[in-house]
């Protein structure tokens, strides 16, 4: 940042603009009280440095995933991307595991996270949470072709391959405490009994290994985007019974970084809010899914 203001200052002074002397670099500014604050606010040094970081996953389609040519694309993509427009910056894309940026403690490596989080009490302790979600999305069963697993009490005693740190995994263990979804959410009393849970490092993983022919699991919970996108695909795969669970998606970012969160988190906070009244959310959202998946299913 500091390389920045010393750029401008150059520039300015060159074009023959009269300006206030200014401080050197490491000495305390005088009546400076806006460009302070924009230091120690992360709002502030991303409309600085001109860029937003953002984690997202290149294997989580159609959320997330790259194109043949290397290229980001899908929802959360597109969601990202026209957030950072509205900020009036560019966005930079990085791709830590999902287990690191549910953790937080991102250690300053990126801004926030469009990444179809859910919401969930125990995230809310080390992250906070764009208002309102930018879209919900029902979890959902999905088991390989012939394998005779067709309801939910076909499950019973199976094993459930799921992504690690996720939602279904908590669900599956029965931790619904962390889960911390409210009660209208549930679309079913309780899991599977005695499942085996095999947990990979992404929900598609799970796809992935099925289509590779692995034999450990039978039937995976995941989003049913991810169901949806497999099944068009071609890979053998059916759902099995009803959605279990909804989920609230939305922007997240770290309680512990360096600068403060609150003004970024209140302006994409708006920005999702006009996303939804002005109907790009729901452009996207069927673009993508091929429904409106924003809106409150349990509203």
Same mark, same amino acid.
């Given at each position: 940042?500091?390389?920045?203001?010393?750029?401008?200052?150059?520039?300015?002074?060159?074009?023959?603009?009269?300006?206030?002397?200014?401080?050197?670099?490491?000495?305390? +500014?005088?009546?400076? &009280?806006?460009?302070?604050?924009?230091?120690? *606010? $992360?709002? #502030?040094?991303?409309?600085?440095? %001109?860029?937003?970081?953002?984690?997202?996953?290149?294997?989580?389609?159609?959320?997330?995933?790259?194109?043949?040519?290397?290229?980001?694309?899908?929802?959360?993509?597109?969601?990202?991307?026209?957030?950072?427009?509205?900020?009036?910056?560019?966005?930079?894309?990085?791709?830590?595991?999902?287990?690191?940026?549910?953790?937080?403690?991102?250690?300053?490596?990126?801004?926030?996270?469009?990444?179809?989080?859910?919401?969930?009490?125990?995230?809310?302790?080390?992250?906070?949470?764009?208002?309102?979600?930018?879209?919900?999305?029902?979890?959902?069963? +999905?088991?390989?072709? &012939?394998?005779?697993?067709?309801?939910?009490? *076909? $499950?019973? #005693?199976?094993?459930?391959?799921? %992504?690690?740190?996720?939602?279904?995994?908590?669900?599956?263990?029965?931790?619904?405490?962390?889960?911390?979804?409210?009660?209208?959410?549930?679309?079913?009393?309780?899991?599977?009994?005695?499942?085996?849970?095999?947990?990979?490092?992404?929900?598609?993983?799970?796809?992935?290994?099925?289509?590779?022919?692995?034999?450990?699991?039978?039937?995976?919970?995941?989003?049913?985007?991810?169901?949806?996108?497999?099944?068009?695909?071609?890979?053998?795969?059916?759902?099995?019974?009803?959605?279990?669970?909804?989920?609230?998606?939305?922007?997240?970012?770290?309680?512990?970084?360096?600068?403060?969160?609150?003004?970024?988190?209140?302006?994409?906070?708006?920005?999702?809010?006009?996303?939804?009244?002005?109907?790009?959310?729901?452009?996207?959202?069927?673009?993508?899914?091929?429904?409106?998946?924003?809106?409150?299913?349990?509203?």
């Amino acid at each position: 940042m500091k390389r920045l203001l010393s750029i401008l200052l150059v520039a300015v002074l060159c074009s023959g603009a009269c300006v206030a002397p200014v401080a050197p670099q490491g000495a305390p +500014a005088d009546d400076d &009280g806006g460009a302070s604050a924009a230091v120690n *606010d $992360l709002l #502030g040094e991303i409309m600085a440095r %001109g860029t937003i970081r953002i984690s997202t996953d290149p294997n989580y389609a159609p959320q997330s995933f790259l194109d043949e040519s290397g290229n980001f694309v899908g929802f959360d993509v597109d969601v990202a991307e026209e957030i950072s427009q509205r900020l009036g910056v560019e966005v930079e894309f990085v791709t830590p595991d999902w287990d690191l940026i549910t953790a937080g403690n991102w250690g300053d490596q990126w801004d926030m996270s469009v990444g179809s989080m859910t919401i969930t009490t125990a995230r809310q302790k080390i992250l906070a949470f764009a208002s309102p979600p930018y879209y919900y999305t029902p979890a959902q069963f +999905a088991a390989v072709e &012939g394998s005779g697993l067709e309801t939910l009490e *076909d $499950l019973n #005693g199976a094993t459930i391959c799921v %992504g690690v740190s996720t939602t279904y995994e908590s669900w599956l263990m029965g931790d619904m405490e962390g889960l911390g979804l409210p009660a209208a959410s549930f679309y079913v009393d309780s899991p599977p009994a005695d499942v085996n849970i095999l947990p990979l490092t992404v929900d598609n993983d799970c796809v992935q290994q099925i289509q590779a022919g692995r034999q450990e699991f039978q039937a995976f919970l995941t989003s049913n985007t991810v169901v949806e996108a497999a099944i068009a695909e071609g890979i053998a795969i059916h759902r099995v019974g009803k959605p279990v669970f909804s989920e609230n998606l939305a922007v997240a970012f770290d309680k512990s970084a360096s600068r403060d969160i609150a003004s970024l988190v209140e302006k994409v906070s708006e920005i999702i809010g006009a996303m939804h009244a002005d109907g790009t959310l729901s452009s996207l959202s069927m673009e993508w899914f091929g429904e409106d998946l924003t809106s409150d299913p349990t509203k």
